[in-house]
């Protein structure tokens, strides 16, 4: 099974841009990359998925390397509301995914 | 549109009690359900799965059980809950054809004393 890599935590300054980093080098060539991100207390929401090109919606933007082994999601401006735990999703075959411990994201003000 | 429901949102329990988490979908059909839990400080962690009524698949091992009565009707029950089984406790569905995109409820905090 494909598994992924991510820091435990990271800082961004309130209006900054963010750049969330992942590796999934053992990721297949069908396989998508999806991410989630679950603020305090809360259950996990998508965020975004992409394949091989960089992907673009009203939360957030997906960057894939050309290798696909890693992948970085970018909040352009980066909220308190954006203070939260993103997980970057490993696939698997079947109807079910992983969760692991993800990114801790602090929204400095 | 799609709308998911938990009860309770905060649940204490005694060891040895037994439990029974529900979960309830609404405005689709056929949907795929799931239960994860989350224990303090960790990842999630897939409980149970269901792609149908009464189809239900087992990740792991544990003194845990789910129901699925009905098309949207997810159960989550234990005969004997033990310290172990605190945790925040997420029910989620998805588009049958779709599984990476799921929807999750508002969770239930459940604490065993």
């Known amino acids: 099974d494909a598994k992924t890599t991510q820091p435990n935590s990271m800082e961004s300054n309130e209006e900054e841009p963010v750049h969330l980093p992942c590796n999934h080098s053992t990721i297949s060539g069908t396989d998508y990359i999806h991410w989630y991100r679950q603020l305090p207390s809360q259950g996990p929401e998508y965020v975004i998925h992409?394949?091989?090109s960089n992907v673009n919606n009203r939360m957030a933007s997906l960057a894939i390397a050309e290798d696909r082994k890693s992948s970085t999601l970018i909040l352009h401006r980066a909220t308190l509301r954006d203070a939260a735990v993103y997980y970057c999703?490993?696939?698997?075959?079947?109807?079910?995914?992983?969760f692991g411990t993800g990114t801790s994201l602090t929204v400095i003000p | 549109s799609q709308t998911i429901h938990q009860w309770p949102a905060t649940l204490v329990q005694p060891v040895g009690s037994p439990l029974s988490l529900e979960c309830t979908v609404e405005g689709t059909s056929n949907p795929n359900l799931y239960w994860y839990r989350q224990a303090a400080g960790r990842g999630l962690q897939l409980l149970f799965y269901?792609?149908?009524?009464?189809?239900i698949s087992s990740e792991v091992p544990q003194n845990l059980s789910a129901s699925r009565p009905q098309d949207r009707q997810f159960i989550l029950s234990s005969k004997k809950l033990l310290l172990s089984d605190s945790g925040f406790y997420l029910c989620a569905w998805s588009v049958r054809r779709d599984v990476y995109e799921q929807y999750f409820g508002p969770g239930t905090r459940l604490t065993v004393t």
């Open positions: 999703i490993p696939p698997l075959t079947g109807n079910q995914f992983y």
């Open positions: 992409g394949l091989t």
């Open positions: 269901s792609i149908g009524i009464d189809q």
